[in-house]
């Protein structure tokens, strides 16, 4: 399979969005703006916005607490993004869900749980919705490995094979569940690929450090997906750059490591290939990044002089 000129492009610019956008959120928690921790994603990009550069209008996807701007693929803005990030009237959710629960039904983000991995019913009812209307739709599930080990994953995941619903249940395998490495706690070295099987899913497992190998792997088993075959899997292997949450001194692994997997940059990838088959110039992604930095400073900015949501809302969307 091979990736088109103009896709490659488009991934590069959304990858390099995601990226800055990341970076700009650790800027400006460190600044004390940020209520709420929060959890970054910087060089595990690739796993959330490759596979969603093959989504079509109208598909859904549920994300996790990590990668959060990754919701900028289905849509979002950055000044929705940062607004509700801050917690203000103009963001997302006016404001209630924060940083880790940027959704928004009209783009097709079908919401976060506060407790990780319950949320992947909901991706299947999702599943359900597209399958009874026969409307062509998709999801997108994202998960991390640790939570590929809760009961409620495998409910779900048992309860999509057997109706045969389109769901892609994507792994973001950054190898650890908040301090505890995955090789000591699950019984298989890749905890969504290997667990495949069992639902009689087809599988991919390809390593995040390279945006195109995501893009073909989620190509192939989404076009599976849309032929009504029923769902798949693919994990994408990556590694967690910072800490849990920002503050996480990391303690419990070997900053060696870590400095030695940063090297594995999906962004440096992408570039090279571009770069080396004459499809951008070093000049392009250059003007890419300050135009980007432009748009997210004036994303903060709108979000800081957005209005805080009024008292009287606050029986709003109570059930």
Same mark, same amino acid.
């Given at each position: 399979?091979?990736?088109?000129?103009?896709? /490659?492009?488009?991934?590069?610019?959304?990858?390099?969005?995601?990226?800055? /956008?990341?970076?700009?959120?650790? &800027?400006?928690?460190?600044?004390?703006?940020?209520?709420? +921790?929060? +959890?970054?994603?910087?060089?595990?990009?690739?796993? *959330?916005?490759?596979?969603?550069?093959?989504?079509?209008?109208?598909?859904?996807?549920?994300?996790?607490?990590?990668?959060?701007?990754? #919701?900028?693929?289905?849509?979002?803005?950055?000044?929705?993004?940062?607004?509700?990030?801050?917690?203000?009237?103009?963001? #997302? !959710?006016?404001?209630?869900?924060?940083?880790?629960?940027?959704?928004?039904?009209?783009?097709?983000?079908?919401?976060?749980?506060?407790?990780?991995?319950?949320?992947?019913?909901?991706?299947?009812?999702?599943?359900? !919705?597209?399958?009874?209307?026969? $409307?062509?739709?998709?999801?997108?599930?994202?998960?991390?490995?640790? #939570?590929?080990?809760?009961?409620?994953? +495998?409910?779900?995941?048992?309860?999509?094979?057997?109706?045969?619903?389109?769901?892609?249940?994507?792994?973001?395998?950054?190898?650890?569940?908040?301090?505890?490495?995955?090789?000591?706690?699950?019984?298989?070295?890749?905890?969504?690929?290997?667990?495949?099987?069992?639902?009689?899913?087809?599988?991919?497992?390809?390593?995040?450090?390279?945006?195109?190998?995501?893009?073909? /792997?989620?190509?192939?088993?989404?076009? *599976?997906?849309?032929?009504?075959?029923?769902?798949?899997?693919? &994990?994408?292997?990556?590694?967690?750059?910072?800490?849990?949450?920002?503050?996480?001194?990391? /303690?419990?692994?070997?900053?060696?490591?870590?400095? &030695?997997?940063?090297?594995?940059?999906?962004?440096?990838?992408?570039?090279?290939?571009?770069?080396?088959?004459?499809?951008?110039?070093?000049?392009?992604?250059?003007?890419?990044? $300050? &135009?980007?930095?432009?748009?997210?400073?004036?994303?903060?900015?709108?979000?800081?002089?957005?209005?805080?949501?009024?008292?009287? !809302?606050? *029986?709003?969307?109570?059930?």
């Amino acid at each position: 399979m091979s990736i088109s000129n103009e896709k /490659a492009i488009d991934m590069y610019k959304e990858l390099l969005a995601v990226r800055m /956008a990341e970076e700009k959120l650790v &800027e400006i928690y460190a600044l004390g703006k940020v209520p709420g +921790h929060i +959890h970054s994603g910087v060089g595990e990009e690739a796993a *959330y916005v490759a596979p969603l550069m093959t989504k079509n209008d109208g598909d859904y996807a549920k994300f996790t607490h990590r990668v959060i701007a990754a #919701t900028h693929v289905m849509g979002i803005t950055f000044n929705e993004m940062f607004a509700e990030i801050l917690g203000k009237d103009t963001g #997302t !959710s006016h404001g209630r869900g924060g940083v880790n629960h940027v959704a928004h039904l009209k783009n097709g983000i079908v919401g976060v749980a506060g407790s990780l991995g319950v949320d992947t019913e909901v991706a299947v009812g999702a599943g359900v !919705s597209c399958k009874y209307l026969e $409307n062509g739709k998709i999801v997108y599930c994202f998960n991390g490995d640790g #939570t590929h080990s809760r009961g409620n994953v +495998h409910e779900a995941m048992n309860l999509a094979s057997m109706w045969k619903l389109p769901v892609l249940f994507v792994c973001d395998d950054n190898q650890f569940a908040i301090s505890a490495n995955h090789a000591n706690t699950i019984c298989t070295p890749n905890p969504a690929y290997d667990r495949a099987p069992g639902y009689a899913m087809p599988a991919r497992l390809v390593e995040g450090d390279d945006p195109i190998a995501v893009y073909e /792997a989620a190509k192939e088993l989404t076009d *599976y997906i849309r032929e009504g075959k029923g769902p798949a899997v693919l &994990e994408v292997k990556t590694y967690r750059w910072r800490g849990h949450f920002e503050g996480d001194q990391c /303690a419990y692994r070997d900053a060696s490591v870590t400095e &030695e997997m940063r090297k594995r940059d999906c962004i440096a990838t992408l570039e090279k290939y571009l770069l080396d088959n004459g499809i951008m110039s070093a000049e392009d992604m250059e003007l890419l990044k $300050n &135009e980007l930095a432009v748009e997210l400073d004036q994303a903060v900015e709108y979000a800081e002089t957005s209005p805080e949501p009024a008292l009287d !809302s606050v *029986y709003r969307n109570v059930y």
